[in-house]
């Protein structure tokens, strides 16, 4: 069988990664912004991007699923010519997928454990 490089999914986890922070960024920047000593009246501000999270979640919800289907999916080892990816270089891709996933998901539900840490 002849090896062809895989598809990457680099793309859909940018994508996704990019999606996470807009979708935490009324809550995740003010704080890191704090903790860098960076402070004024206009961190307020961020919060109005709140009405926004929803669909950055959902951005980063189809991006992640985007990734999956590409490691995942019926393509995703062998196409129907017979050209195949190497399955190590497929085994460390969907390592690398599900790290990503846990620090997106990590991102994502940020709003939401905030309050018990504080």
Do not use: H, K
């Not at 890191?32 to 307020?44: D, E, K, N, R, T």
């Not at 995942?72 to 969907?94: F, K, N």
């Amino acid at each position: 069988m002849a090896q062809r490089p895989a598809q990457s999914s680099l793309p859909a986890l940018l994508g996704a990664t990019a999606a996470a922070i807009g979708a935490s960024v009324c809550c995740v920047v003010p704080l890191v912004l704090v903790l860098m000593g960076i402070s004024g009246a206009w961190i307020s501000n961020l919060t109005a991007l709140d009405a926004w999270r929803p669909w950055f979640s959902a951005a980063t919800l189809v991006c992640l699923g985007w990734a999956f289907w590409m490691l995942y999916g019926p393509a995703a080892r062998c196409r129907t010519d017979g050209i195949c990816v190497e399955p190590a270089l497929l085994r460390r891709r969907r390592r690398w997928l599900w790290f990503a996933a846990g620090l997106i998901a990590l991102l994502l539900l940020f709003p939401y454990y905030i309050g018990w840490l504080l």
